[in-house]
């Protein structure tokens, strides 16, 4: 099978939950089949990226983000019907390059990641392209409305009413339609989308290989990416108000905010005694290897959290809020602890730093869970089902 695979974001380093999930898609795809990836690159010093991505890909090209020009055709394009992300990525280089790529590797699938890059394709006559949302964007926007200062709130709320009708509206242009939670699919048909598949997210493989046992250090983590609007919300969140009530628990714990772009809102959490702001990392094993538990109080994430998905299966306890456990089919008490307010929040995680049997036995159905329902080569078998559904070549 041949894939033409479109994103946004150039997927290295896998540092933020795009890049993350179209690096180990693509590793998972090129096992068997041949991909192409067309991305964009914001960075002119891709070198490394380039060497993973092409030993992975049967040809990686590339478009240069002149992000000073994206800026000012999302800022002009306001008053446009179109989210300010959609004028953000527009490219006329880039329409060329899907055009071109089409036409001379007659891909089996085009495979697009994130609704922004839907523009690309829409005048192309393609009989199976599959559009991954992987999220409702209008969902979490809406979510993220009652923590948004006063004078963001209006300009968000005219961005979500425009992702809303711009995802409906490119929905029909499909074949297929893939978002990660049952959440999310509700929202988007609900909204008057066709049909929209769940399909499975995966995670890196090597992390069932960590011991469970014991956590020995009374450290608690929170990773993410750091620039992103819902987890600087739950690291603001974490550190200023459920991390005083962990500390009046446990004294001697510590608290770790890693992940890669910290904003100024974050980096000033490193003065709070106790707390620790690590920034980018080059291998996230070490950090599941000291954490005692994965605190991830996302408060309007939607869809499949990442950073949950992995410290369940690197064998790390994990509490969280209701919605990303619910996206995640993980129970309180059973998987995983749930608590919905600072109060609850800091008792389960001080619990989790305390050990003891039960947790232990919740971070080993945890990591079952995460083996036995989330792996890449679901998504894979999708694609080969659809592209096996018409033996015609585009």
Known sequence: MKVLYLSARFPWPPHRGDRLTGYHLIRALSREHDVTLASFVDSPNVNDGMRELSALCRSVRTVQLARARSWIQAWAGLLNREPSQVSFYRSAAMQRLVHELVAAERPDVVFVQLFRMAQFVRDVDHPRKVLFYADSLALSLQRSLPYQPWYRGHAVEWERRRVAAYEQRVAPEFAERWVLSEVDRQDLEARGCPPVA???????????????????????????????????????????????????????????????????????LGSIEGVRVTGPLPSLIPVWERSGVLLAPLRYSTGIQNKVLEAMAAGVPVVTTPQAAEAIGARDRVEVRVGADPQTLAAAAAEALQGGSEALERVKRARELVRSRFTWSALVRRLEMLAGTNSDRP
């Open 198 to 268: 769940v399909i499975q997210h995966g995670v890196d493989e090597r992390l069932f290989a960590l011991p469970i046992a014991p956590r020995t250090e009374p450290r608690v983590t929170f990773l993410g990416n750091l620039s992103v609007p819902h987890n600087v919300d739950a690291a603001v969140y974490l550190a200023r108000e459920i991390w005083p009530r962990i500390r009046a628990l446990r004294p001697d714990a510590t608290l770790e905010l890693a992940g890669a772009d910290p904003v100024p809102a974050v980096r000033s």
